[in-house]
């Protein structure tokens, strides 16, 4: 038995592009979406900009605050000081509390007898602080998205 799959971007941005003006300039969208190979759902929510933002949260930085921790890494790093993980974490905690940067809102986990507990007031083992995990999570993700600090 094969398992189920779902077909995402099955088409290229200039496709799409040609398919928008398509319409714009009269042709039905049926037609449309059997010439282009392009679901029509997808017309439609291009046409009312649904889904315009990228999936998923967004960056607690923007590019160039994260531009800013590349260069400064890097010429750190060319001084002959590398900047090892625990740093960067710890660099990064440290930037967002100058900020004063409110944490995202966690998700509240059920208790017995209906009550719900917030997940920041639960004890977590390795820290005193429970919502310092901010540091770790933005390390993992710039480094992704900077291939050059590994």
Not at 6 to 31: C, H, N, W
Not at 66 to 91: H, K, M, N, R
Request: charged share 30%; glycine share 4%; with cysteine.
């Amino acid at each position: 038995m094969s398992a189920c799959f779902r077909k995402y971007v099955d088409y290229t941005p200039e496709t799409l592009k040609q398919f928008l003006a398509a319409i714009k300039s009269g042709m039905r969208q049926r037609v449309a979406a059997e010439a282009y190979n392009i679901p029509r759902r997808t017309l439609n929510n291009k046409l009312k900009q649904k889904h315009a933002q990228k999936p998923g949260y967004p960056p607690v930085f923007t590019a160039d605050e994260e531009a800013s921790f590349v260069s400064c890494i890097y010429l750190v790093s060319t001084f002959g000081f590398p900047v090892d993980e625990f740093e960067l974490q710890c660099d990064i905690q440290a930037y967002l509390r100058r900020q004063d940067r409110k944490p995202r809102k966690k998700k509240r986990l059920q208790v017995e007898a209906g009550k719900s507990i917030a997940h920041e007031d639960l004890e977590h083992p390795s820290t005193s602080e429970s919502n310092d995990t901010n540091g770790e999570k933005q390390e993992i993700r710039c480094v992704r998205r900077h291939p050059q600090l590994s």
